[in-house]
């Protein structure tokens, strides 16, 4: 992994030598291979024809991208004008100088995104990253399965109560488990999930002196539920599952329960979806996450100019209006979270049964630094190491839920892992 404090000379570096750019009549954009994403390819063929500018697009999957991203942004390798990041990084990139500040026309409306995406992509008020979409994370559950089991899942429940749920529902020979829940593992993947359950049990990913509380009996009793319920509920093979991989298996109606980013509503396809707001076992601060993944322009760019227009029209209303009216997709399929003029739109509120819920949890989420958390973040920890230590949290907790280490033995791995490298940054 890149460290800020590592690669500040090479990036000075790799800007003034980078030539491998494209030229101003083409952008290479670097993207997560989620749905929106994938769908913005076909939005923006409008966009080559009118602008004459031809678009290559790289769609990575989600730890391969924050890989590739990280290393050619801190190096300044300049493969990409356009970057896809998210509310982790661009707080952090934008300080250190990595990625280009964002000004847009008054036509763009930037008041109209909602205050938690333009915080949380902002340093010190500056915008450095635009969002495309924004989410929370709530609980999308199938209402047929839990009416027929005479069960029921509320608002902020318990996790007892929402594991008891989960039980009645799972019928694993008839192809139906009880919950899908984030195994893979990254910092992103199983690591904001399980982030999220440890944040609700009470738990930290340091005190106020930045060492690590992995060792904590509230993260051993987190780890514990998250281990024991997946691995009794969930479907075979989940330490391999993320985002994409569970959407699919909902899909095809072997979900009962899912807990995940509030977007995935916007793509579900089994009828009698319902939802509710993220579970907690007592702690609702940080049960619920904030992310966005949005669009930034690596710094020293020769296209910034151009980039800075693409992403202006890729994040605007007009581009909701494209998607809206767009053949092959419609209302339903807008990207969501990151403007509030989105939610008063007639064609949206007809079609989007999960909004509230969406915007609901969006406005509960708390990345705020508390007295119980002295860092920004709710399923990271917004500084420059995080990215290490959550991947190598990430690594141990799927080895626990496979059956290779015990939950003990994983946060003991994770925990040295994380002293070490704060130790090494300086931290104490």
Not at 182 to 202: C, E, L, M, Q, Y
Not at 255 to 281: H, K, M
Not at 287 to 299: D, S, T, V
Not at 330 to 336: E, L, Q, R
Request: glycine residues 10%.
């Amino acid at each position: 992994m890149f460290s800020i404090r590592k690669t500040a000379l090479a990036l000075a570096i790799g800007v003034a030598s980078a030539t491998t750019a494209a030229s101003a009549q083409e952008l290479t954009i670097a993207t997560v291979n989620n749905g929106h994403m994938i769908n913005m390819q076909k939005v923006a063929e409008a966009y080559t024809e009118e602008t004459g500018v031809k678009l290559n697009w790289v769609s990575l999957e989600e730890g391969v991208l924050r890989e590739q991203v990280t290393s050619d942004t801190a190096t300044g390798g300049g493969q990409y004008d356009i970057i896809n990041i998210g509310m982790y990084e661009a707080p952090i990139w934008g300080a250190a100088g990595w990625i280009e500040p964002l000004e847009f026309g008054d036509d763009y409306d930037v008041e109209d995104i909602l205050p938690a995406m333009r915080a949380g992509l902002s340093h010190e008020g500056t915008l450095y990253a635009a969002p495309f979409y924004g989410e929370s994370s709530m609980v999308m559950y199938r209402k047929d399965l839990t009416d027929a089991a005479g069960v029921t899942i509320a608002d902020n429940d318990s996790w007892d109560n929402v594991k008891a749920a989960a039980a009645a529902i799972h019928d694993p020979d008839n192809g139906v488990y009880g919950a899908c829940l984030r195994g893979k593992p990254g910092w992103g993947d199983n690591g904001a999930f399980i982030t999220t359950v440890a944040n609700s049990f009470g738990a930290r990913w340091f005190d106020k002196d930045m060492k690590p509380q992995l060792d904590s009996p509230e993260w051993k009793a987190a780890a514990d539920f998250y281990v024991d319920f997946l691995s009794t509920y969930g479907p075979p093979g989940s330490e391999g599952n993320s985002f994409n991989e569970i959407l699919a298996l909902y899909n095809e109606g072997k979900c009962g329960l899912w807990i995940d980013a509030t977007i995935a509503a916007s793509f579900l396809e089994v009828d009698g979806v319902a939802y509710a707001q993220s579970p907690n076992a007592g702690n609702p601060v940080g049960a619920n996450w904030l992310w966005a993944w949005a669009l930034a322009i690596p710094a020293g760019s020769p296209n910034a100019e151009e980039s800075q227009k693409f992403i202006e029209w890729a994040t605007s209303k007009d581009y909701v209006q494209a998607v809206g009216n767009h053949p092959d997709f419609g209302w339903g399929s807008v990207p969501t979270g990151q403007r509030a003029s989105t939610y008063a739109l007639p064609e949206f509120q007809e079609v989007a049964g999960f909004a509230a819920a969406e915007m609901a949890a969006i406005e509960s989420a708390a990345p705020e630094a508390t007295e119980l958390k002295p860092y920004t973040g709710v399923q990271f920890a917004a500084i420059p190491e995080f990215q290490e230590i959550g991947g190598a949290f990430g690594q141990e907790m799927s080895a626990a839920l496979s059956g290779a280490k015990s939950v003990d033995e994983a946060l003991a791995a994770a925990q040295s892992a994380a002293d070490a490298i704060m130790r090494e940054a300086g931290y104490y």
